[in-house]
């Protein structure tokens, strides 16, 4: 027997490795947005200035909030489709309790508190229940937009400007704060997915949640996080949306969860869990936000930007599973 | 086998049912220092059960366990790890989707500052895999595009890694050709030299009597036979592991 490293020596898949772990996903996003950025300044002489831009980052700063815990939830293999219920839920409480005179602050904060613990009973029900998180959240969503509408007996509540209006309406340094806080978020989960030993595990949970237990990581309690965690991410989204309007709608971001999915799925998150990266949602969003405002300043049709949004949606989900199918084994 | 010598690990009327399955009913065995155990028996004889109990995956309904004499309880995986047992499971239980040095370090990853230091993780990663002669493209690869073979090297680092001494092997030569076997046996051989107890499950018994010292054989969830490979040839074996020949210790064929 020789010492040298015959031992499980392969030419063939070093190869293999080298190309395919290659990740084309950011260099792709990025320049796709270069593309489609050089594609609308072209059609349109607003598309290239700085009060078009920073209305880019306006628009995408509150589903950004939600896609950060969107993506999270989804790179550890779970799912949530009750995101924006719970937005809307915590904006409700909310905006009710201001209504009733309490100081802004705390409700704004009891309206985050509502949002954990409608987080708490979609994690009890993925995770303790061990029902699909597709049928579990779709069963909460209707259940949180409902309770959306009957404590607000099916009425706007209508505050004005409150102590939070600085949140969704304010500038800081002539940049909208609700962008500054969804970036700054952003830039936290960033640093916190690839550096902690918890953000770690989210990606291992994903990819094999048996191989995790396994090893002793406590896989169902971090689960449980997950959804917690998104759910505190859809309240702060809920919450800024509604200082922006001064009003809770029960009805808010009502189908919003189709662009959530397609910015989050576009920057390279896998349904199946395990891949995926939040700057890739990044340019996911910014993607979806140029398109929306391109199609807005050339004058497209509001119903064929629903046909725009449908195809999109299509090619996310279309290079999700190529992705994976194209690539591997 | 050294008879003198007190037992590493001790079990005893290990039992454990899965439903109506009785996977594991009343086994007692012992693992001494230094030993290579070759663990025999059919498809669902219940030997990935006695070892996911033993490494703290599965609980068993019934059973004690000592380490060095001492009685022990296997709650956990963090027990067993506790208890120096490393395993390397049958379906090697690693993160496709992960670096070869996360698969390696899951779950023990080293840490600065409360971080997850990946310097140091891929810098161990690396030392280990050199140290223990196996060639992977880089450790930051992703496990999903190594070839069959190379997966095996990264789960069987990930056991050795752990630094336990003993060692679990839940039939790890089984995507492997003939060369690369070959390796795996001399792996097991020099971590029998360095003093480690090696409990290993193959199907292949003409592989298992040339690297075990002692052969065990399970069958229908029960221990059906014990002894020292140099005292049986194949034949035994088989006879065994089929039911053919009678248990050495009275268990009886269940009532089908
Ligand atoms: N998680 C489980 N749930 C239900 N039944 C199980 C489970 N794990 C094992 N069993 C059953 O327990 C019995 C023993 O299975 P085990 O995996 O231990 O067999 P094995 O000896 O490792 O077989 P093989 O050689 O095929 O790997 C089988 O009947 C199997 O179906
Ligand atoms: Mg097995």
Same mark, same amino acid.
């Given at each position: 027997?020789?010492?040298?490293?015959?031992?499980?020596?392969?030419?063939?898949?070093?190869?293999?490795?080298?190309?395919?772990?290659?990740?084309?996903?950011?260099?792709?996003?990025?320049?796709?947005?270069?593309?489609?950025?050089?594609?609308?300044?072209?059609?349109?002489?607003?598309?290239?200035?700085?009060?078009?831009?920073?209305?880019?980052?306006?628009?995408?700063?509150?589903?950004?909030?939600?896609?950060?815990?969107?993506?999270?939830?989804?790179?550890?293999?779970?799912?949530?489709?009750?995101?924006?219920?719970?937005?809307?839920?915590?904006?409700?409480?909310?905006?009710?309790?201001?209504?009733?005179?309490?100081?802004?602050?705390?409700?704004?904060?009891?309206?985050?508190?509502?949002?954990?613990?409608?987080?708490?009973?979609?994690?009890?029900?993925?995770?303790?229940?061990?029902?699909?998180?597709?049928?579990?959240?779709?069963?909460?969503?209707?259940?949180?937009?409902?309770?959306?509408?009957?404590?607000?007996?099916?009425?706007?509540?209508?505050?004005?400007?409150?102590?939070?209006?600085?949140?969704?309406?304010?500038?800081?340094?002539?940049?909208?704060?609700?962008?500054?806080?969804?970036?700054?978020?952003?830039?936290?989960?960033?640093?916190?997915?690839?550096?902690?030993?918890?953000?770690?595990?989210?990606?291992?949970?994903?990819?094999?949640?048996?191989?995790?237990?396994?090893?002793?990581?406590?896989?169902?309690?971090?689960?449980?996080?997950?959804?917690?965690?998104?759910?505190?991410?859809?309240?702060?989204?809920?919450?800024?949306?509604?200082?922006?309007?001064?009003?809770?709608?029960?009805?808010?971001?009502?189908?919003?969860?189709?662009?959530?999915?397609?910015?989050?799925?576009?920057?390279?998150?896998?349904?199946?869990?395990?891949?995926?990266?939040?700057?890739?949602?990044?340019?996911?969003?910014?993607?979806?936000?140029?398109?929306?405002?391109?199609?807005?300043?050339?004058?497209?049709?509001?119903?064929?930007?629903?046909?725009?949004?449908?195809?999109?949606?299509?090619?996310?989900?279309?290079?999700?599973?190529?992705?994976?199918?194209?690539?591997?084994? | 086998?050294?008879?003198?010598?007190?037992?590493?690990?001790?079990?005893?009327?290990?039992?454990?049912?899965?439903?109506?399955?009785?996977?594991?009913?009343?086994?007692?065995?012992?693992?001494?220092?230094?030993?290579?155990?070759?663990?025999?028996?059919?498809?669902?004889?219940?030997?990935?059960?006695?070892?996911?109990?033993?490494?703290?995956?599965?609980?068993?309904?019934?059973?004690?366990?000592?380490?060095?004499?001492?009685?022990?309880?296997?709650? +956990?995986?963090?027990?067993? /790890?506790?208890?120096? &047992?490393?395993?390397?499971?049958? =379906? *090697?239980?690693? %993160?496709?989707?992960r670096a070869v040095a996360h698969n390696i370090y899951l779950?023990r990853e080293p840490?600065?500052?409360?971080?997850?230091s990946r310097r140091k993780m891929e810098k161990d990663a690396e030392t280990l895999l050199k140290n223990l002669?196996i060639?992977l493209?880089s450790v930051k690869v992703?496990?999903?595009?190594?070839?069959?073979?190379?997966?095996?090297a990264v789960?069987?680092s990930r056991?050795l890694a752990?630094?336990?001494?003993?060692?679990?092997?839940?039939?790890?030569?089984?995507?492997?050709?003939?060369?690369?076997?070959?390796?795996?046996?001399?792996?097991? +051989?020099?971590?029998?030299? /360095?003093?480690?107890? &090696?409990?290993?499950?193959?199907? =292949? *018994?003409?592989? %298992?009597?040339?690297?075990?010292?002692?052969?065990?054989?399970?069958?229908?969830?029960?221990?059906?036979?014990?002894?020292?490979?140099?005292?049986?040839?194949?034949?035994?074996?088989?006879?065994?592991?089929?039911?053919?020949?009678?248990?050495?210790?009275?268990?009886?064929?269940?009532?089908?």
């Amino acid at each position: 027997m020789t010492t040298r490293p015959a031992l499980f020596r392969d030419p063939a898949a070093f190869l293999t490795g080298f190309f395919k772990n290659r990740d084309w996903t950011i260099p792709g996003l990025i320049l796709t947005l270069i593309l489609l950025m050089v594609f609308f300044g072209a059609q349109s002489e607003f598309f290239w200035s700085v009060s078009n831009f920073l209305n880019i980052g306006r628009s995408i700063s509150i589903r950004g909030v939600i896609a950060i815990g969107l993506t999270i939830v989804l790179i550890s293999g779970g799912l949530d489709l009750s995101i924006a219920a719970v937005a809307a839920v915590a904006g409700m409480v909310a905006a009710m309790l201001i209504d009733a005179g309490m100081n802004g602050i705390p409700a704004g904060l009891i309206g985050l508190a509502a949002a954990m613990v409608l987080g708490a009973v979609n994690g009890s029900v993925v995770v303790r229940l061990r029902i699909n998180p597709i049928i579990a959240t779709l069963a909460t969503l209707l259940l949180f937009r409902g309770m959306a509408y009957v404590v607000s007996g099916g009425d706007n509540i209508v505050i004005g400007v409150n102590t939070w209006a600085f949140l969704g309406r304010g500038n800081l340094f002539g940049v909208p704060v609700a962008l500054l806080v969804m970036l700054g978020i952003m830039a936290a989960g960033i640093l916190f997915m690839r550096y902690s030993v918890l953000g770690n595990y989210l990606y291992a949970i994903g990819g094999n949640s048996e191989a995790c237990r396994n090893v002793g990581v406590k896989v169902d309690r971090i689960r449980f996080g997950t959804y917690m965690g998104t759910a505190l991410l859809s309240g702060i989204a809920g919450v800024i949306l509604m200082s922006q309007g001064g009003t809770a709608q029960p009805s808010a971001l009502n189908g919003a969860e189709l662009d959530i999915f397609t910015s989050v799925l576009l920057g390279g998150v896998a349904l199946t869990g395990g891949r995926g990266s939040l700057f890739g949602t990044l340019l996911g969003l910014f993607i979806v936000g140029v398109i929306t405002n391109g199609f807005i300043l050339i004058g497209l049709q509001i119903y064929w930007q629903d046909v725009a949004r449908g195809v999109i949606l299509i090619v996310a989900v279309a290079l999700d599973s190529l992705r994976r199918g194209g690539g591997y084994r | 086998m050294t008879e003198t010598k007190q037992p590493l690990l001790t079990m005893r009327n290990v039992s454990k049912a899965f439903g109506h399955v009785q996977a594991l009913i009343d086994v007692d065995l012992d693992v001494a220092p230094g030993e290579v155990m070759g663990l025999l028996g059919d498809n669902g004889a219940g030997k990935s059960t006695l070892i996911k109990i033993l490494s703290g995956v599965y609980h068993a309904d019934e059973g004690e366990f000592t380490r060095d004499g001492a009685p022990a309880a296997i709650a +956990g995986p963090g027990d067993a /790890q506790a208890l120096g &047992i490393a395993t390397v499971y049958q =379906d *090697l239980a690693l %993160v496709e989707t992960r670096a070869v040095a996360h698969n390696i370090y899951l779950g023990r990853e080293p840490r600065r500052w409360g971080m997850l230091s990946r310097r140091k993780m891929e810098k161990d990663a690396e030392t280990l895999l050199k140290n223990l002669n196996i060639n992977l493209p880089s450790v930051k690869v992703d496990v999903e595009v190594l070839s069959g073979g190379q997966r095996q090297a990264v789960a069987i680092s990930r056991a050795l890694a752990q630094g336990g001494d003993i060692l679990l092997l839940d039939e790890p030569t089984a995507a492997l050709g003939v060369e690369q076997t070959e390796q795996v046996h001399h792996l097991v +051989g020099s971590m029998r030299d /360095q003093g480690k107890s &090696i409990i290993l499950i193959t199907h =292949d *018994l003409s592989d %298992v009597l040339k690297v075990a010292d002692r052969i065990v054989v399970l069958r229908q969830g029960r221990l059906w036979a014990d002894a020292r490979a140099a005292d049986i040839d194949i034949n035994q074996i088989i006879g065994w592991i089929t039911g053919a020949l009678p248990s050495r210790f009275g268990a009886k064929e269940a009532q089908a």
